[in-house]
């Protein structure tokens, strides 16, 4: 809905209250009193694919996880994207992050979009419901893809 009405997401937790960590920094903050609880195999899932990335990329893993959120729609805007900005993913690597933990796009969308066995993939449009490939032809326009990194950023002081 904000993306047809052309406004802008802030997200709220998109570094996870700080589990996206790698294995190394779990175990420099274990015991500490403000950990409440650590994180799920879910999230150390996650971390593991982001931590991949971003050694690859020579960058942190917190960048990496709102770029990836950036690269979901156009107009999302995390409050803390310093490094976000530089960094590039290609369409395999945001898959590889997609594909870290299974996702459940729910009903009606999982019968519609997942029909014959196919996986759900968030650039999936109308032109992938089977059943309406089967009795017509659809011609869409092409969604609105996420800005391109910004080079030559200024580093944080």
């Not at 990836?68 to 530089?86: G, T």
Request: net charge negative; glycine share 8%.
């Amino acid at each position: 809905m904000c993306e047809a009405e052309g406004m802008s997401l802030a997200p709220w937790g998109a570094l996870c209250r700080g589990h996206f960590r790698t294995d190394e920094q779990l175990e420099e903050t274990k015991g500490q009193s403000r950990q409440m609880g650590g994180p799920s195999e879910e999230q150390r899932a996650v971390s593991a694919a982001l931590n991949k990335i971003a050694k690859a990329k020579n960058v942190g893993i917190t960048g990496v996880a709102l770029r990836y959120v950036m690269h979901k729609s156009p107009y999302v805007f995390p409050i803390r994207q310093h490094e976000a900005l530089r960094i590039e993913l290609t369409d395999e690597e945001v898959d590889e992050m997609d594909k870290a933990v299974p996702f459940d796009i729910g009903f009606p969308l999982s019968m519609l979009l997942e029909m014959g066995g196919e996986q759900y993939d968030s650039r999936m449009s109308s032109k992938d419901i089977k059943l309406l490939n089967t009795n017509t032809h659809i011609n869409m326009v092409q969604g609105t893809k996420a800005p391109a990194p910004r080079q030559g950023i200024a580093q944080p002081v």
